[in-house]
């Protein structure tokens, strides 16, 4: 599996920002989709953002205008810009990417270790 480093998670009031950073190492031949997942105390983990290599987006609706994911120059790296943050977007984080080591690879979806984002005054 890809390794994948999460980072720009925390504590902000709402209202506020946060921007949340991923990059993959490893042995990589090409990763196609990367994105964010989140999952609050009690519930399922839910998709939040996917960007493809050809930058492509699909957002949840909860998160439509406030939300903007990104990836870097190089595609193997992926950020989430959030803004007007809500109590209800309080959640751990997961950078997750499908991608293959070798051209004769399978896809393999690997996944990051979750960074804590928490929204309250």
């Known amino acids: 599996q890809v390794q994948l480093q999460e980072s720009g998670g925390g504590l902000v009031q709402p209202g506020g920002s946060l921007r949340l950073s991923c990059a993959a190492s490893g042995i990589i031949f090409s990763i196609n989709t990367m994105g964010w997942y989140r999952q609050a105390p009690g519930k399922q983990r839910e998709l939040v953002a996917v960007?493809?290599?050809?930058?492509?987006?699909t957002y949840a609706d909860s998160v439509k205008g406030r939300f903007t994911i990104s990836r870097g120059i190089d595609k193997y790296t992926v950020s989430l810009q959030m803004n007007s943050l809500k109590p209800e977007d309080t959640a751990v984080y997961y950078c997750?990417?499908?991608?293959?080591?070798?051209?004769?690879?399978?896809?393999?979806?690997?996944w990051g270790q979750g960074t804590q984002v928490t929204v309250s005054s």
């Open positions: 960007i493809a290599v050809g930058g492509a987006t």
């Open positions: 997750n990417a499908d991608a293959k080591r070798t051209s004769l690879s399978p896809v393999v979806r690997s």
